[in-house]
């Protein structure tokens, strides 16, 4: 199993997308790339940890590839807005792709150089390793499946 971690606004709704994804096979929420150890929802709203909201994906490479990936990543964010997707607006909500494999970083910045290609906005999603990774609280995770008609920025149908 192969693991990327993605920030595309609030991480409900990134998570309940590619949970319905064929071959992927987890995901977790969670805060990275901030600099506060073990933050909480609050502190991460309150824009005092630097933390972007987040959602591990597990995914089998033999069945869908970091490009497939990014590519469905793609679809349901505006790559070009800072600090923000759909009506969510905070540094917590900005578009991002962390990496902890070092050949994903080259397969990801061409896919990044493929996209701006197509756009003359600048495309703002950051790409870095993963510095810090912190598992949201429990009542965060699969929350979509367990309230059904929660908020979600991204159209799920």
């Not at 490479?61 to 905070?90: C, M, S, V, Y």
Request: charged content about 30%; hydrophobic content about 30%; glycine content about 8%.
């Amino acid at each position: 199993m192969k693991t990327i971690v993605l920030a595309g606004g609030c991480f409900w709704g990134v998570e309940e997308y590619f949970s319905r994804i064929d071959g992927v096979i987890e995901t977790e929420v969670a805060y990275s790339n901030g600099t506060k150890e073990n933050p909480t929802y609050e502190e991460v709203c309150g824009h005092k940890t630097g933390h972007a909201e987040v959602c591990k994906i597990g995914y089998d490479e033999k069945i869908i590839t970091l490009e497939g990936i990014l590519e469905k990543f793609f679809k349901i964010i505006d790559p070009t807005l800072i600090n923000r997707q759909g009506a969510d607006i905070g540094d917590q909500y900005r578009t991002g792709i962390y990496y902890t494999d070092l050949d994903d970083k080259m397969i990801i910045k061409s896919f990044i150089l493929n996209e701006q290609s197509k756009t003359e906005l600048k495309i703002q999603t950051e790409v870095e390793e993963l510095k810090a990774y912190y598992p949201a609280e429990e009542y965060h995770q699969k929350y979509l499946k367990k309230n059904p008609g929660g908020y979600c920025h991204i159209d799920l149908s």
